[in-house]
């Protein structure tokens, strides 16, 4: 399975920003082993529904330390016996749109 997900405190540094929680999430997500993408706005893990959920949450608790509140958005693709999904799924696109364009 993917799953897609932002996680961030509601509390902020006096700029606004949440980088610095917000990057302790991503230093769990890169310590799970499991295979990932972030960018601006999410960070994508591909693995097995337990294994996947068990980082989400080690991610919420880290950030539940930094304020009385932390939101989360998920999203998840689950397609039971298929790996290798964050880089095929990009190859299947990059394919497709080469094709429609004559290339």
């Known amino acids: 399975m993917l799953v ?15 980088t610095g929680p917000v990057a302790e999430a991503v230093r769990i997500v890169r310590e799970s082993g499991l295979p990932h993408r972030t960018d601006a706005m999410f960070t994508t893990i591909e693995g097995e529904w337990d294994e996947c959920m068990a980082v989400v949450k080690a991610c919420v608790d880290a950030l539940s330390a930094h304020g009385p509140r932390v939101g989360l958005v998920l ?5 039971p016996g298929r790996t290798g999904e964050l880089e095929g799924k990009l190859e299947r696109l990059e394919a497709t749109i080469a094709q429609q364009s004559g290339t």
């Open 75 to 79: 999203k998840a693709d689950i397609r």
């Open 4 to 18: 897609a997900f932002s996680v961030s405190p509601s509390a902020s540094d006096d700029q606004g920003g949440v």
